[in-house]
């Protein structure tokens, strides 16, 4: 991603944060107010939750401003996975209020106490209903359009919030209407959407940090741009590491003729390189080369016998860089394995088959993970 891009990227996310914080806090001031007058516990805690929201903004502008670091010695990849851990700390802190409130809410279950509301005060959440569906639907969507996990978090938390103030607002008005407090109960159950909402935000977030498997509609444009040049007969091995929101480096292995000279590879990366970041953002930063064999029938059918070898087993999924010679009596592959074999036992097992076959030949085998589609 371009440095003016990152640039602009940082000061959306750090604006949208700040505009939630100011509507978090006055939000908050208004609901304690309520809360405390009303002796409703309900209320009391959906201010708590926008004072832990306005915390969660905080701590995405923090993350985002450390994230945008420039790359230095010690970290060349540059800083951009701490909006990983910014998300993370934004997930916990809404697991934690879920928690709180479900605490909160049983203690109440068991030792209920009356409240008191008036129509004001009923007029008041409900604009804060609005205003807080308004808040979540414009975080969230900021968030999705810059690729920030911690702006998606903060307006899926702003989204439920919402639905919380309405069940309140609905338990109140069932409370004012037949007498019958209901908001105790209504707090449970949202805590445990809370809960389960806070979990799946956390679980999302370890999957990035962990890495996972990149996206398939962008590796496979990438295997099509690299496929439409002439030279190329095969790209295969791409590997997708991710360093931070849009911040995607890539190695991949070309498979080309074994005529080409080593000028003509170096102009053929080179101008791969430059297309692939152009079209997808991704720097292609490792190239390399399979060398493929040409003019050769004998060659031809060995490649046919070996490959309808390999592949007859449901856990091989693709063979690739194959080369022969015939001279030497050597032959070398990739085999792409599946996650229903380890590459140990795959390898032993297509060794086996292929000496069968080709006694003569000194055959190498090397295992590929199934890493990208």
Not at 198 to 222: P, S
């Amino acid at each position: 991603m371009a440095i003016d891009q990152a640039e602009s990227r940082n000061k959306t996310i750090i604006r949208t944060s700040i505009i939630g914080i100011i509507a978090n806090l006055f939000l908050a001031g208004f609901k304690a107010a309520i809360g405390i007058f009303s002796n409703s516990i309900a209320i009391t805690l959906d201010a708590v939750n926008n004072l832990s929201d306005s915390l969660s903004s905080a701590i995405t502008i923090i993350g985002t401003i450390l994230s945008g670091k420039k790359p230095d010695k010690k970290h060349p990849m540059g800083y951009g996975r701490i909006e990983y851990l910014s998300a993370m700390v934004v997930s916990a802190i809404v697991l934690y209020a879920g928690l709180t409130s479900m605490v909160e809410s049983v203690k109440k279950i068991i030792h209920p106490e009356a409240a008191e509301y008036k129509s004001v005060m009923l007029i008041i959440i409900a604009v804060a209903i609005l205003v807080k569906i308004g808040l979540g639907l414009f975080v969230k969507s900021t968030g999705k359009r810059v690729h920030s996990n911690s702006l998606v978090a903060s307006g899926s938390d702003a989204l439920f919030d919402a639905i919380l103030s309405a069940s309140v607002l609905a338990s109140a008005i069932v409370y004012m209407v037949s007498g019958v407090s209901l908001e105790a109960y209504v707090g449970a159950l949202i805590s445990i959407i809370i809960i389960k909402s806070g979990i799946e935000m956390m679980m999302e977030t370890v999957d990035d940090i962990l890495g996972k498997r990149a996206d398939k509609e962008v590796t496979l444009k990438i295997k099509r741009m690299l496929n439409e040049e002439p030279e190329v007969r095969g790209a295969y091995d791409l590997v997708i590491n991710n360093y931070g929101p849009n911040r995607n480096y890539a190695s991949v292995h070309l498979e080309l003729p074994d005529t080409m000279t080593v000028n003509e590879v170096d102009v053929l990366t080179r101008r791969v390189e430059e297309k692939v970041f152009k079209e997808t953002g991704v720097a292609l930063i490792g190239v390399g080369v399979y060398s493929f064999n040409t003019g050769n029938d004998k060659i031809s059918a060995i490649r046919n016998t070996v490959t309808k070898t390999v592949v007859s087993h449901d856990w091989a999924l693709q063979v690739h860089g194959f080369y022969v010679d015939l001279e030497e009596k050597k032959m070398r592959f990739d085999v792409v394995f599946s996650f229903d074999i380890t590459p140990r036992e795959g390898m032993a097992q297509l060794q086996k088959e292929l000496n069968e076959i080709y006694p003569d030949y000194d055959i190498i085998i090397s295992p590929d993970i199934d890493i990208s589609d």
